[in-house]
């Protein structure tokens, strides 16, 4: 939903177009205390996994097919596969079956990787039928073909495989790196598919693959997790699975991608999409787990005499069911915008009463995300009713398509609606200027009324929705943009990571600063944003001003940390171990920007921090 007051009774009242960009992005501060309004995106399609019960680890191979390994029981693993017709070059992959239900799954998962480079990620799985199901780190195969490990009652992660199939519930599928892969398939259960590193991915199974990027030919194993989400592997094996959260979840992580409006507004082109998605790759974003991308508002055009929506020629001339195909091509995936009014924000056709065929719409043409705004709404329609009714049009499509939700205040039923939905009014590229600035979605979203003010939220906040599959959504990402410094962006970043907000970057990537590429790409902060717990970080130091901000990661007694300096000059923030409820009284600690290991620390760890900067830190208890 949307707070700010001249916008509102435009979007409500349905009265014709947006306000200019300048006018309605600038709403000063003190309308909001009367303002009301509610806008939004979601979707449905979450097919859960099970409950980690078993889990496989795909084999992998240099050149050749590999087979991985099936488990058809409901408490049995299996590790690897059998290979058939080509060599696993090192590691067990391939041959160890572990039956034990809580048995760690074998090791040596993926051989080898890179066309006889000895791989350096074994996929050991563990997880069985614990509820947090298994860490796969997953083997890689760069330039081979495999066929993952399959999984019944479980989630099968890591091991570069294609999908697995499945003979009842659920799979993740596979996944391999510069191929093609075709998603996991599944009888009797859902499968989450396949995904592919720097190659292209067929949907498969329920909720279709998705592709991880990754650099091909580099070490690109264990991209991540539960067959929804990817982070890319170019360090391989740096995430790990959750088998009960990630496994067949849309959107088990927080959705990665790119969106047009920040930066280009209604300027969306067949040429600017196609230019974005080659960048995605070419600058290294898709191997980290950007996956989306995502055009807004002014594509489409009119409908036509059967009143399917028509985009607009001029910008579109391929149709969008060839531009998606060129998106699929690179490993990506194509995202729409439309809205739940008559008419979108920026008065072009919405889909009010026309959901199903909009839906249908965009499943033919091969769209993966929905962004779904609360302009130009009809006359005594219902917001909840009409973001359902789209909800459930988009999973009667049977393709899974994340629905993000622009609305906000309305968390009674936005999380079961849709995977994400926003939280606060539209952002600007300014640190502290109003209520569309980073600071004020920050206290928003991170916080809560009391605590900072003009926050809208009472306590505890909103972390208490985030999860796997449904996201609190700040608002998509202005690094880059050139209205902040390079301090001040790396701080936006760090918080929206460790808020665990989707990350959807803003400016145009193709020609991006190394600064901002250096930022957008941080592969350690990335990591904490798709953590597969799904937990929100928080605020947890009394100041509101030199604050510490923890996150709770998958992993023993580990947690994420951002030292945030709000003030004008450089202050020492520290933040104990205590604090964090940590039992240990040493931890071990990496600086996520220098990317240095800092060694084990006793009690807490003090930092020097810019003004408007951060230091962000992974902390490990031992
Ligand atoms: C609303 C949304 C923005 C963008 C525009 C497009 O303002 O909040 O993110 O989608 O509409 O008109």
Redesign the pocket.
């Known amino acids: 939903m949307?707070l700010y007051q001249g916008?509102i009774p435009q979007r409500r009242q349905g009265g014709g177009s947006?306000r200019p960009e300048s006018l309605?992005r600038r709403v000063p501060l003190a309308f909001l205390a009367s303002a009301v309004l509610a806008?939004g995106c979601s979707n449905g399609t979450s097919t859960d996994g099970g409950t980690g019960g078993v889990q496989t680890t795909g084999g992998s191979a240099t050149t050749s097919a590999v087979t991985g390994g099936s488990a058809p029981g409901g408490t049995s693993q299996a590790t690897g596969g059998s290979a058939t017709g080509g060599a696993t070059t090192s590691g067990s992959a391939g041959t160890t079956q572990v039956t034990s239900a809580s048995a760690t799954a074998g090791s040596a998962t993926g051989g080898s990787a890179s066309g006889g480079t000895p791989q350096t990620t074994g996929g050991a799985s563990t997880g069985g039928v614990s509820s947090t199901g298994g860490a796969a780190t997953g083997g890689g195969a760069t330039g081979g073909s495999v066929t993952g490990g399959n999984a019944t009652g479980g989630s099968a992660t890591g091991g570069s495989a294609t999908g697995g199939g499945t003979t009842s519930s659920t799979s993740t599928g596979g996944r391999t790196s510069g191929g093609s892969v075709t998603g996991g398939s599944a009888t009797g259960g859902t499968s989450a598919g396949g995904r592919a590193s720097g190659g292209s991915v067929t949907d498969g199974g329920a909720t279709g693959g998705r592709a991880a990027g990754g650099a091909t030919g580099g070490a690109s194993g264990g991209t991540v997790l539960g067959g929804t989400t990817s982070a890319g592997g170019v360090s391989g094996g740096t995430t790990a699975s959750a088998g009960t959260t990630a496994s067949g979840i849309l959107a088990a992580t927080p959705p990665m991608g790119w969106n047009s409006?920040n930066k280009f507004g209604g300027g969306v082109t067949d040429t600017l999409v196609r230019g974005i998605a080659d960048a995605m790759v070419s600058s290294g974003m898709q191997a980290v787990g950007y996956q989306y991308i995502n055009i807004?508002?002014?594509w489409q055009s009119s409908r036509d005499a059967s009143g399917n929506i028509v985009p607009n020629a001029s910008k579109f001339p391929n149709g969008m069911k060839a531009l998606a195909d060129y998106v699929h091509s690179k490993g990506l995936k194509l995202g729409l915008?439309s809205d739940r009014g008559t008419k979108?924000?920026?008065g072009v056709p919405g889909s009010y009463s026309y959901e199903t065929k909009d839906a249908q719409s965009y499943a033919s043409w091969g769209v993966d995300y929905l962004?779904y705004?609360n302009?130009n709404t009809a006359a005594g329609s219902n917001m909840q009713t009409d973001y359902t009714n789209m909800a459930n049009a988009l999973k009667a499509t049977g393709r899974p398509i994340v629905f993000s939700i622009?609305a906000w205040w309305f968390y009674n039923w936005e999380p079961t609606t849709g995977q994400l939905w926003?939280t606060g009014?539209?952002i600007t590229d300014t640190w502290d200027t109003d209520s569309h600035s980073v600071i004020a979605l920050i206290n928003n979203n991170g916080g809560w009324s009391g605590r900072y003010s003009g926050a809208s939220y009472g306590s505890p906040g909103l972390a208490q929705y985030a999860g796997p599959g449904h996201w609190n959504d700040p608002?998509?990402l202005e690094v880059g943009n050139g209205g902040m410094t390079d301090t001040e962006y790396q701080s936006h970043f760090s918080l929206w990571a460790i808020m665990a907000a989707p990350l959807i970057a803003g400016n145009d990537i193709r020609s991006m600063s190394a600064a901002t590429k250096n930022i957008l790409t941080n592969a350690d902060v990335i990591a904490v944003d798709q953590d597969p717990l799904g937990i929100q970080g928080k605020p947890i130091s009394t100041s509101t001003t030199l604050e510490v901000w923890s996150k709770k990661l998958s992993g023993n007694q580990t947690y994420a940390v951002v030292l945030f300096n709000r003030t004008t000059a450089s202050a020492s923030i520290t933040v104990t171990w205590a604090s964090l409820g940590m039992t240990a009284t040493s931890a071990t600690v990496r600086d996520l920007w220098s990317h240095t290991d800092l060694g084990p620390t006793a009690t807490q760890y003090a930092a020097t921090v810019p003004s408007h900067g951060v230091v962000m830190l992974k902390v490990v208890g031992n």
């Open positions: 949307k916008r947006r309605w806008l409006w807004d508002d002014m915008y979108t924000c920026a962004k705004d302009c622009c926003r009014t539209d608002d998509m």
